[in-house]
């Protein structure tokens, strides 16, 4: 019997595949489980459409991500903190931080964990890694004393 899975089945496929399973596995297990139905047709076009839909909000995720990865990478920022006579930071200068001064500065909306860096700790100019998707790329973090 064809059977569409609703879920991921160990030893027999991923959500979304079309798999062949004797009868008495689909019936007993695996409808009533609800871990796939037959695999009619209209189920098979749904499931198709379903498909095509997942991949073009991926692709305009993708478009997306691009677009903000372009509008900062490149981009030279300043923050200023308080720091001591030496140039040490009172409190260490993270991801947040630096995602916060983007969306300030650029109305940019930038996760923190896109942002690769150790806590910045000292008064100086910082390259900091950028990953948004796929898109790697880096922006200039300038760090100064209040």
């Given amino acids: 019997m064809k059977v569409i899975l609703l879920h991921n089945v ?7 595949d079309i798999v062949e399973v004797a009868d008495g596995y689909a019936n007993g297990f695996l409808l009533p489980k609800k871990l ?12 198709m459409s379903e498909q095509n839909q997942i991949i ?5 995720e993708k478009k997306e991500s691009k677009k ?3 509008s900062i ?7 200023k903190a308080q720091a001591n006579n030496k140039g040490l930071l009172f409190a260490a200068i993270g991801g947040k931080d ?9 109305g940019v ?17 910082y390259v900091v890694p950028i990953e948004i998707g796929d898109n790697k790329g880096s922006l200039l973090v300038k760090i100064e004393a209040k």
């Fill in 56 to 60: 073009k909000s991926s692709e305009a």
């Fill in 98 to 106: 630096i995602a916060a001064t983007l969306q300030n500065n650029f």
């Fill in 10 to 16: 160990k030893k027999i496929g991923k959500k979304g």
């Fill in 73 to 79: 990478t490149g981009k030279e920022i300043t923050i």
């Fill in 109 to 125: 909306l930038v996760d923190a964990t896109s942002i690769i860096t150790d806590p910045i700790k000292a008064v100086d100019s």
């Fill in 36 to 47: 796939g139905k037959i695999a009619t047709n209209d189920a098979v076009k749904q499931l």
């Fill in 68 to 70: 903000l990865f372009d």
